[in-house]
């Protein structure tokens, strides 16, 4: 917040105010609420904004396979019945090719939207297999 808000305080009526060194006086109410609403709106574009470019990442090649770069994302498919393939380099990324099903979209979209229940032992144990299979492939 830099030079807007300097200072939170709550006022008599128990009202949450933010000092605005701008304007050397406090926000409040309305001004507070905006601040807030422009804030969470501009995070969630930015997290919208990031999920897509994810999904763009995570695409199905002409061989009918799926590929992706995101490393979670293919512990929790092996979690669900997918096979790796293979795995390419680009760089320091690791691009794994996983057989593609018809219900990967819906988990995908799961994945992202944080709808997805699974055991975190189970996850955790399929990451590291999916480690060690990047240093030992």
């Not at 995070?43 to 396979?65: A, Q, T």
């Not at 680009?90 to 699974?118: H, M, T, W």
């Amino acid at each position: 917040m830099g030079q807007y808000a300097k200072m939170s305080r709550m006022d008599e009526k128990g009202n949450f105010t933010l000092w605005n060194s701008q304007y050397q006086r406090d926000l409040a109410g309305r001004e507070i609420e905006e601040i807030t609403t422009n804030l969470t709106g501009f995070f969630s574009l930015l997290k919208e904004w990031d999920d897509k470019n994810n999904m763009k990442e995570d695409e199905m090649n002409e061989n009918g396979n799926f590929e992706t770069t995101d490393l979670p994302l293919v512990a929790v498919l092996r979690l669900q019945g997918f096979t790796i393939k293979d795995i390419r380099r680009d760089g320091k990324r690791a691009i794994f090719i996983l057989e593609d099903k018809p219900k990967r979209q819906e988990i995908v979209r799961n994945f992202y939207n944080d709808a997805i229940s699974i055991s975190p032992l189970k996850f955790w144990n399929s990451v590291a297999d999916v480690k060690a299979l990047i240093y030992n492939y």
